[in-house]
């Protein structure tokens, strides 16, 4: 999967669509199943937290991203979830 | 004085408790739910100190979190230590967070000071301490700085008391203190924050009074309870930070330089490729190999001695088979594995310890991810090339339960060493020049069975059940010897007490049944032996797959349930010889085994590989999968699946040996 769209400072995307070394805040989590969200919610992903994509698995999938730091590995399909506006 | 060690993965729990309590500790089960917890007693006093599971909160989807959480809940604790790693600050504290509310004293211990110092991560403890209302202990497990004053602390008992804790905005804490006198026990502040989240757990705590409150708070909030609580945590950790942690930003790691050629897009498959092979040489391969022969040549001896020895004190004939052929034949089973195993428990203590091991979960989970398992099912099934029994149990660290169970049902398929015996007397035998092919085409087909049988279940059994991998890339490390030694020593004492006692007893069983018959006469004929009227009431099971009605095989086969090296040992004993003796050529040039042809070698190999573990892994998967009855469907899944295959094969095989 290519990432075709240039993303700049200030735009909404979901966390999975955003490319390596970029940063984001985090606005919306958006999963229905309640473990996962709370699970999330504990290793620190909440509204307003900062998040960097830190290292891309060499297969494409999953993502590590750095937050509170330290860094934490999640799949796409679980980041596709998490909504962010895009800092740099 | 009980204590309770509390911490997250990785925050060096297992080091501290290590050096906390030096070589006074034991192993115990907590009723009610097996799993494994370590209890100590700390150096120099009589305060008792419970490891807990490693965890990230106290959350109620997750096992272990709710072991912890149980436990320190349900159990009288005096004091909690709870260790956090001081590099990552924020995500600790959230822990600690709740662990303030159970209103059990907590003491932190600040741990990996030395990197925090490198790092040029500053604390001001005062206000931390203050902060918090909690003692707070900057120390190393690692290089043991500070560990005394810790112990000293401990025991003077003047650690601050937590009473006041103040973290939630004003509605929120409002409405807890309303709550506390309802829900009224000891750990109030806690049970108040349950109700608030609709823990389900804590059902039984609810009334009319408790759901008005609790209504009341979510109308002004109009959102996801656990998610204001968990925000709140940690708005009021960051405003902590803010106050008593100075850190530089953005420092290229060494963690991060060593992640670009690990993680690098072309080199991460080679790097992990070289490492697998170097572990299959050095535990499976020929090292191993070597040891094995070292130690069998070692039994041999003392079993030869042993024969001398009797014989001249004047024992039995039977007695002295009793001694020879039972016990130490049986005992040697289990030595010869030994040396391989603490070879290989070495090794993956390497690849845990240094962190590469959550690489290899990291890069692989897409591939897994697509047959429904996860990165994190590499590792059980990488130490499952040792041993099924501790990888059943390393596949607790699986978020998901349907990925964890998967993981559970096919860890017995990956040949451990105690399968290796097998393999190597039958390719050996049969395939001569081709066995070491033959023996890479079984792992292959393991991996083919493995990954195929996940498909297959993930879109029957588990159908539509989305799954997450969530695992944190912990900073490279150098391995502490000590710790490592120590971790291999008890692992392998645990084998060796555990495999020990049940093959010794096994054995003596079967050298019974195989010398003497229903009227008790010892030294019968073999085919006259109970054994062999036991074998024949099978035999038909196995006739399919080795195209002979064989009581000796099949006998061999099923005690493979004792243990998988039994199998060999059955067939040589049986062919007339001591069980350390594998030479193929005298196994199948007796008459009794003379039967067996390539394909039913390859056949016979493929069921004893892929059916049932041995006792021991099947009391493991019990243990992880919950219930018996999940036990017994994958028990009679993998020899099902086993039967099957090897029929196949020999049909096959069979049709293939005629055309040619």
Not at chain 2, 125 to 144: G, H, Q, Y
Not at chain 2, 189 to 208: G, V
Not at chain 2, 284 to 290: D, E, K, R, T
Request: a neutral charge; aromatic letters at 12%; proline letters at 3%.
């Amino acid at each position: 999967m290519k990432i075709n769209v240039r993303l700049k400072p200030g735009d909404h995307s979901p966390l999975s669509k955003i490319k390596k070394g970029t940063r984001a805040k985090v606005i919306k989590i958006n999963t229905v199943d309640k473990a996962l969200r709370r699970r999330l919610l504990d290793m620190g992903i909440t509204e307003g937290v900062q998040v960097k994509i830190k290292k891309i698995a060499p297969l494409g999938d999953p993502i590590d991203i750095e937050l509170r730091g330290y860094e934490l590995c999640l799949r796409k399909a679980d980041l596709e979830m998490i909504e962010v506006e895009v800092i740099s | 004085m009980r204590i309770a060690l509390v911490g997250n993965q990785n925050s060096g729990k297992t080091t501290l408790f290590n050096l906390l309590t030096g070589t006074n500790q034991k192993v115990g089960n907590w009723p009610g739910v097996t799993i494994e917890r370590k209890v100590g007693i700390i150096r120099n006093t009589d305060f008792e100190i419970i490891d807990l599971p490693g965890i990230y909160s106290l959350s109620p989807y997750s096992l272990e979190e709710n072991i912890s959480r149980r436990f320190l809940f349900e159990e009288h604790i005096d004091l909690i230590l709870n260790i956090i790693d001081a590099t990552s600050i924020e995500r600790s504290l959230y822990l600690t967070t709740q662990l303030l509310e159970l209103k059990i004293p907590v003491i932190i211990a600040l741990n990996m000071m030395d990197i925090a110092d490198k790092r040029g991560i500053k604390f001001d403890l005062a206000t931390l301490e203050k902060r918090l209302d909690t003692t707070i202990l900057p120390i190393s497990a690692l290089k043991k700085t500070n560990v005394f004053n810790l112990i000293q602390t401990i025991k003077q008992g003047d650690y601050r008391r937590n009473l006041y804790q103040h973290i939630y905005d004003h509605d929120l804490e409002e409405a807890i203190s309303k709550l506390e006198p309802i829900v009224d026990t000891k750990h109030s502040r806690f049970l108040a924050i349950k109700m608030i989240e609709k823990d389900i757990l804590f059902e039984n705590y609810r009334s009319d009074s408790v759901d008005f409150i609790v209504d009341e708070i979510e109308k002004k909030y109009f959102r996801d309870m656990e998610q204001i609580i968990a925000d709140e945590r940690y708005r009021y950790i960051e405003y902590v930070r803010d106050e008593a942690v100075e850190a530089k930003k953005d420092l290229m790691t060494i963690t991060d330089r060593l992640d670009n050629i690990f993680l690098n897009r072309y080199l991460a498959i080679p790097i992990f490729m070289v490492v697998m092979f170097a572990i299959y040489y050095l535990a499976a391969g020929p090292v191993g190999g070597w040891t094995v022969d070292m130690v069998g040549m070692g039994v041999g001896y003392v079993s030869e001695w042993m024969t001398v020895f009797l014989g001249n004190v004047g024992a039995s004939a039977w007695s002295i088979s009793l001694v020879v052929d039972g016990m130490i034949a049986g005992i040697g089973a289990i030595l010869n594995f030994l040396p391989q195993l603490i070879i290989l428990f070495l090794l993956i203590s390497l690849l845990e310890t240094t962190g590469y091991m959550a690489r290899i979960a990291f890069f692989l989970d897409r591939i897994f991810q697509k047959v429904g398992l996860s990165g994190k099912s590499l590792i059980p099934f990488i130490v499952g090339s040792g041993c099924s029994v501790p990888a059943i149990m390393s596949a607790r660290t699986i978020n998901d339960e349907t990925e964890k169970k998967m993981t559970i049902m096919l860890t017995p398929f990956i040949p451990c060493s105690a399968k290796l015996p097998i393999v190597t007397l039958f390719a050996g035998y049969f395939f001569g020049d081709r066995s070491g092919m033959v023996a890479a085409s079984l792992y292959f087909l393991a991996i083919i069975i493995i990954l195929t049988s996940a498909y297959v279940m993930k879109n029957i059994l588990f159908k539509g059940k989305t799954s997450s991998f969530i695992l944190e890339l912990p900073e490279y490390k150098l391995p502490s010897f000590k710790y490592i030694l120590f971790d291999v020593a008890s692992k392998a004492w645990a084998f060796i007490l555990h495999a020990g006692s049940v093959i010794l007893i096994a054995s003596v069983i079967i050298w019974f049944f195989l010398s003497f018959n229903f009227r008790m006469t010892y030294g019968v004929a073999i085919d006259e032996s109970m054994l062999a009227w036991f074998g024949r009431l099978i035999s038909w099971i196995f006739y399919p797959m080795l195209g002979e009605m064989s009581w000796a095989a099949s006998i061999s086969a099923i005690q493979g349930l004792v243990a998988k090296e039994q199998v060999v040992g059955s067939l040589a004993i049986i062919a007339g010889y001591s069980s350390d003796i594998s030479e193929g050529r005298l196994i199948f040039n007796s008459g009794i085994f003379g039967f067996f042809t390539a394909s039913s070698a390859y056949a016979f190999m493929v069921f004893n590989l892929f059916s049932a573990p041995c006792f021991g892994a099947i009391g493991a998967m019990r243990q992880e999968l919950g219930t018996t009855k999940r036990m017994w469907k994958a028990v009679l899944f993998q020899t099902g699946l086993a039967w099957i295959l090897a029929v196949l094969v020999f049909q096959i095989g069979r049709l293939i040996e005629v055309i040619l």
